[in-house]
């Protein structure tokens, strides 16, 4: 069963909006909850990471938002822009083995 | 620096054919993983090698997937006989340790269609 559930399953933004997709995990023992970013034709790209003893990482336009209690994070993209259109995949891990969310398909248009 | 060098880039192959996929990892990566994407199922983990020795082979989806990696620079996921759900692109990925916060770095992908 999927071990990371996300939402939405596709984004439309404007350019210079906020874009956000979320993510939900039931396993207590994951400890890494990194975002990777993917654009047609290429493998995932690691694009920033968190670990749960904060509850929020900044990177540029990008922040991941961790809310431990809720078993939730999620990822902000501020001032989107066209050439952040890709895939999104969230992830939790625990040791080595990466579980991906289902991905979302952000489009951010001119 | 080259990254995850993975071959065929696109295989087009019918049904009940032998179809073997490459890698090689980045260089001086102890840790290597086989992922499948579909739309349906997104990226699974198929298998994951550290220093070589395969550690968890459970997302192998039956036996006529095996995967070998003889020496630290290559591998190889075999599909024997092929069938047409086997269609996805199958991503080889490496990591400096299998451990946690430890970037994975994946390659471009093989896109492999049976019919």
């Known amino acids: 069963q999927q071990q990371v559930k996300q939402s939405p399953q596709s984004l439309i933004v404007q350019k210079g909006g906020i874009s956000i997709i979320n993510c939900a995990y039931e396993?207590?023992?994951?400890?890494?909850f990194p975002w990777y970013q993917q654009f047609p034709g290429k493998g995932p790209a690691l694009l920033i990471a968190?670990?749960?003893?904060?509850s929020e990482k900044k990177e540029g336009r990008f922040t991941i938002s961790f809310n431990k209690s809720a078993k939730q994070f999620s990822l902000h993209i501020m001032d989107s822009q066209p050439g952040d259109s890709a895939t999104y995949f969230c992830?939790?891990?625990?040791?080595?083995?990466?579980?991906f969310g289902k991905g979302t398909s952000l489009l951010v248009t001119p | 620096d080259a990254g995850v060098i993975q071959s065929p880039r696109h295989e087009v192959t019918e049904m009940g054919q032998e179809v073997t996929l490459r890698c090689k990892p980045i260089?001086?990566?102890?840790?290597l993983f086989w992922y499948r994407q579909t739309m349906m199922r997104g990226l699974e983990l198929l298998i994951y090698?550290?220093?070589?020795?395969?550690?968890?082979d459970s997302g192998m989806p039956e036996d006529r997937f095996s995967a070998k990696m003889p020496n630290a620079s290559f591998s190889t996921l075999k599909i024997q006989p092929s069938e047409p759900r086997d269609s996805a692109v199958y991503f080889c990925?490496?990591?400096?340790?299998?451990?946690?916060?430890?970037?994975?770095?994946f390659g471009e992908g093989s896109w492999l269609t049976v019919v």
């Open positions: 992830a939790a891990a625990h040791g080595y083995a990466l579980n």
């Open positions: 968190i670990r749960p003893d904060v």
């Open positions: 260089s001086g990566h102890n840790s």
């Open positions: 396993n207590t023992a994951f400890d890494y």
């Open positions: 990925a490496s990591s400096r340790t299998g451990g946690i916060g430890n970037t994975i770095y």
């Open positions: 090698f550290n220093n070589n020795v395969p550690i968890d």
